[in-house]
């Protein structure tokens, strides 16, 4: 989780100076079993800080330095197997200033347990003009050594720490549980019983993100702490 196109911007940035870097060796510890049996309701997104209801459409807005961003997230009506599990599949549209420079489709399924599994992103960058710039960005679990990552715990707690992907020197991104039971203010309103991770990569050791999630709807803020600048949400349609 993938949602915030400064980070992905970033991630593409740094595939050719990590593809040099022969000091790092791809984590041999980190193997996620995926069991479609373990998956028998995986559609049914029913993680509270990670709902992303059907035919919702959840928009966010902030003002960077390049300019103002937009970002559009919606559940399609598709679905797409990977490993054996059946995937929900969610677009996520970004624009900077009016223009469309990013129209990703992620991938995920929810466990027995609650957990929901990040299993890729299919990515299409674009240029200014609005042709296809390319794919970078892009990865599924069981392809080229990528393995799927934890998006949402089941019952998140402070002090928790996992991957979110790993697609070694392309997508590595991690997070750790910061706080719970935050009470949130947003143009969209007070919400209630949030909580509060922090986001970075080992491709960047200087991107880090702050995101706060709240129950029934989640993802509601994102701060780059480099920039600090923020994502808010704005509006469910």
């Not at 049996?37 to 995986?42: H, I, K, R, V, Y």
């Not at 997104?45 to 059907?54: H, K, Q």
């Not at 991690?174 to 143009?187: K, M, Y």
Request: hydrophobic share 35%.
């Amino acid at each position: 989780m993938r949602l915030i196109a400064w980070l992905l911007l970033m991630a593409v940035l740094l595939i050719p100076a990590c593809k040099k870097d022969e000091t790092r060796q791809p984590d041999k510890t980190y193997n996620p079993q995926i069991t479609p049996a373990n998956f028998t309701m995986s559609t049914h997104l029913t993680n509270p800080y990670f709902p992303v209801e059907p035919g919702k459409k959840y928009i966010f807005e902030g003002q960077t330095a390049d300019g103002l961003e937009r970002v559009e997230v919606q559940r399609l009506s598709v679905t797409k197997n990977i490993l054996g599990v059946t995937c929900v599949v969610i677009n996520d549209k970004v624009w900077l200033n009016n223009k469309l420079i990013e129209d990703t489709d992620d991938w995920y399924a929810q466990d027995n347990d609650g957990n929901v599994w990040y299993m890729g992103e299919e990515v299409d960058n674009l240029n200014p003009d609005g042709s296809l710039k390319d794919h970078a960005g892009s990865w599924e679990a069981g392809v080229d050594g990528a393995k799927a990552g934890l998006i949402m715990p089941s019952n998140p707690q402070p002090g928790m720490k996992y991957r979110q992907e790993y697609y070694f020197n392309h997508a590595e991104d991690e997070a750790e549980v910061l706080e719970s039971g935050l009470t949130v203010v947003i143009p969209f309103g007070a919400l209630n019983n949030c909580i509060k991770t922090r986001e970075w990569t080992d491709l960047e050791p200087d991107v880090n993100e702050n995101k706060f999630y709240a129950p029934g709807i989640g993802l509601i803020k994102t701060i780059n702490l480099a920039e600090n600048e923020e994502i808010l949400l704005i509006e469910i349609q």
